[in-house]
Nanobody, 125 residues
Framework: QVQLVESGGGLVQAGGSLRLSCAAS????????MGWFRQTPGKEREFVGA???????NYADYVKGRFTISRDNAKRTVFLQMDSLKPEDTAVYYC???????????????????WGQGTQVTVSS
């Protein structure tokens, strides 16, 4: 069982930065791949980026070069550094945990077993 709690959301002006954190419980955290998704009202949740248990990262094209995912296994925490924020980045951001026995996909919701409650990010123009 893995429980996830996001923090760090808030209101920021366009061009600014925010860093989201996702704190995990559970001793097997280091074996899980982790992902970040986001959702706006009326839209489906969309993939933002993912980091493997070994630290390899992948990003959606619309955040590539602006967002960076990292993890600290000792602290059981995953981070999403968001720079050069745009109003269209406004959303509720979720972190999720992907078990090591999964399909290998990292960009789809069904690959993830555990989800946090989400944190709101609002970017003003």
């Amino acid at each position: 069982q893995v429980q996830l709690v996001e923090s760090g959301g808030g209101l920021v002006q366009a061009g600014g930065s925010l860093r989201l954190s996702c704190a995990a419980s559970g001793r097997t955290f280091s074996t899980y791949g982790m992902g970040w998704f986001r959702q706006t009202p009326g839209k489906e949740r969309e993939f933002v980026g993912a980091i493997s248990w070994s630290g390899g990262t992948n990003y959606a094209d619309y955040v590539k070069g602006r967002f960076t995912i990292s993890r600290d296994n000792a602290k059981r925490t995953v981070f999403l550094q968001m720079d050069s924020l745009k109003p269209e980045d406004t959303a509720v951001y979720y972190c999720a945990a992907r078990p090591p026995s999964g399909s290998g996909r990292y960009d789809v919701e069904y690959a993830y077993q555990y989800w946090g409650q989400g944190t709101q990010v609002t970017v003003s123009s």
